[in-house]
């Protein structure tokens, strides 16, 4: 069985000389054995063990505005080892590179199996103008009013300074949905599409292949955003983001919160101080 005066010594080496108990022990055990003495508490040693001293302090009269300095020099020791970088992950990533018209990383999904993200999809490019003889000969059609330098920049600008709802507005704006022309006959198609597009000086009307090509995005695609517009204007522009918005709204909530935890009395780890930075409730916590 261990005694008293064998843990008085360990832990008065683990604690660099500081006795545990406050007066000798004298026995007739130990009386031939070398005796260890409790050398005086060295204030350096514990001030540099605990952080911060509150030696001077008596319990629960520490002034405010010393606490709240105490634990804020605690927490400038408690950072955090890695700080996640939404930029790099891969699905945000890929949603921007998308967005930009650039190389991305998209979705497959075949029937019956699992959604798997590794199917590349490549990078938008401004396609080949309109030279049909038809749109020459044509009174409304303008696609040889519009130089290689006009086409270039419409692309440019279309990619690489709109987001999705400046788009949809841009193409809600320059494509008309009509009636089609030859009620008469017999076919599926309901509607028909008058697309524009500016030279620079004034809106012309172009061919669909024009469109298409200029600004490199699908057909299917242009149907369902004029399908979803209104007024010329998509239905989902202003999109509130409810994580933001939550935010906005709570932040006093917020901040009367972490004032509420940062005064609570805390301590550090008192056996793993060298190994991690965490705080814990002192004793003397109670709840309301």
């Known amino acids: 069985m261990v005694k008293v005066h064998e843990l008085d010594v360990l832990f008065s080496n683990f604690l660099g000389g500081v006795s545990l108990v406050p007066y000798e022990i004298e026995s007739d055990e130990l009386s031939d054995s070398d005796s260890t003495h409790a050398e005086p508490v060295n204030e350096d040693v514990l001030k540099d063990r605990n952080e911060i001293d509150y030696s001077n302090s008596e319990p629960g009269e520490l002034a405010e505005d010393r606490l709240l300095a105490d634990i804020e020099k605690m927490n400038e020791t408690r950072k955090r080892k890695k700080i ?61 009013k519009f130089k290689e330098e006009t086409r ?68 299917k695609t242009i149907q369902e955003w004029i399908s979803k517009s209104s007024y010329g204007m998509g239905t989902d522009i202003v999109q509130k983001d409810r994580l933001s918005y939550n935010k906005a709204r709570y932040s006093k909530q917020y901040d009367h919160l972490r004032m509420f935890l940062n005064k609570l009395p805390k301590l550090p780890a008192h056996y793993c101080r060298m190994d991690t930075t965490k705080l814990y409730l002192e004793e003397t916590f109670q709840s309301i």
């Open 152 to 219: 270039k920049n419409i692309f440019k600008k279309f990619w690489n300074e709109m987001n999705w709802a400046q788009r949809k507005v841009f193409i809600s704006s320059n494509v008309f949905k009509g009636k089609k022309a030859r009620g008469e006959e017999t076919s599926r198609r309901q509607s028909t599409y008058t697309y524009f597009l500016n030279n620079g000086e004034e809106q012309l009307q172009v061919c669909r292949k024009m469109f298409v090509n200029t600004l490199d995005i699908g057909y």
């Open 84 to 144: 996640a970088d939404p930029a790099e992950w891969k699905r945000l990533k890929n949603k921007q590179l998308r967005m930009e018209g650039k190389e991305y990383l998209g979705y497959r999904k075949k029937k019956g199996e699992k959604i798997v993200h590794d199917t590349i999809r490549r990078e938008r490019e401004m396609g080949m103008a309109c030279n049909s003889a038809r749109c020459n000969k044509s009174k409304n059609k303008n696609c040889f």
